[in-house]
């Protein structure tokens, strides 16, 4: 038996999401936020908990990028069904000679997310944001809140309308 979400207005509760996720969500009443527990953030544990459908959650993973000795971050979300292609297809599309996932605590320094919650919303100003294109056509998504304690629900196209976002086939099915 699955438990029900209470979906309500994320900028009505602020409380429920991260603070750099709080500024980009502002403003946006078709995003909703719905409390869980913090130990089924994991999205299959999520999904089973909460009869919710992995074809409409997002995870959402930040990539460090490498080339001459830089390093650049990108985020990368896709359907939970899928992988993101990051050795081949993020690699290229950010000119990188190597990509990977950074590690958990570069990535939460960074976005000041909790990991388990990281999201598309709020990240860093200039990352480019990659969104598989089965992401952008789903007309409601579950993603991170920058919080392990809640989830977003917020339109694909919403997500595909993000600062830095690009839409692009990023997924391996």
């Known amino acids: 038996?699955?438990?029900?979400?209470?979906?309500?207005?994320?900028?009505?509760h602020e409380h429920l999401t991260a603070a750099p996720v709080r500024e980009?969500?502002?403003?946006?009443?078709?995003?909703?936020?719905?409390?869980i527990?913090?130990?089924?953030?994991?999205?299959?544990?999520?999904c089973a908990h909460y009869g919710m459908n992995p074809e409409t959650s997002a995870n959402c993973v930040v990539v460090a990028a490498k080339r001459g000795g830089e390093?650049?971050?990108a985020a990368c979300l896709v359907l939970a069904t899928d992988r993101a292609d990051v050795?081949?297809?993020?690699?290229?599309?950010?000119?990188?000679?190597k990509a990977s996932f950074a590690p958990m605590a570069e990535a939460?320094?960074?976005?000041?997310?909790?990991?388990?919650?990281i999201t598309p919303f709020g990240l860093p100003?200039?990352?480019?944001?990659?969104v598989d294109e089965a992401v952008a056509a789903t007309p409601h998504v579950v993603v991170g809140s920058g919080l392990r304690r809640s989830k977003l629900w917020v339109p694909g196209k919403?997500?595909?309308?993000?600062?830095?976002?690009?839409?692009?086939?990023?997924a391996q099915r």
């Not at 527990?37 to 999520?46: R, V």
């Not at 050795?87 to 000679?97: I, P, Y």
């Not at 919403?158 to 990023?170: D, H, M, N, S």
Request: aromatic share 6%; hydrophobic share 50%.
């Open 158 to 170: 919403l997500v595909a309308a993000l600062p830095g976002a690009e839409v692009i086939a990023l």
């Open 108 to 117: 939460t320094g960074l976005t000041g997310m909790e990991y388990g919650g």
């Open 24 to 35: 980009a969500v502002r403003g946006h009443a078709e995003v909703r936020v719905a409390p």
């Open 87 to 97: 050795n081949g297809v993020v690699r290229r599309h950010l000119g990188a000679r």
């Open 37 to 46: 527990d913090p130990e089924l953030a994991d999205t299959a544990a999520f």
């Open 71 to 73: 390093t650049t971050y």
């Open 1 to 12: 038996m699955s438990v029900a979400l209470n979906w309500v207005d994320a900028g009505e």
């Open 125 to 130: 100003r200039g990352w480019p944001v990659l």
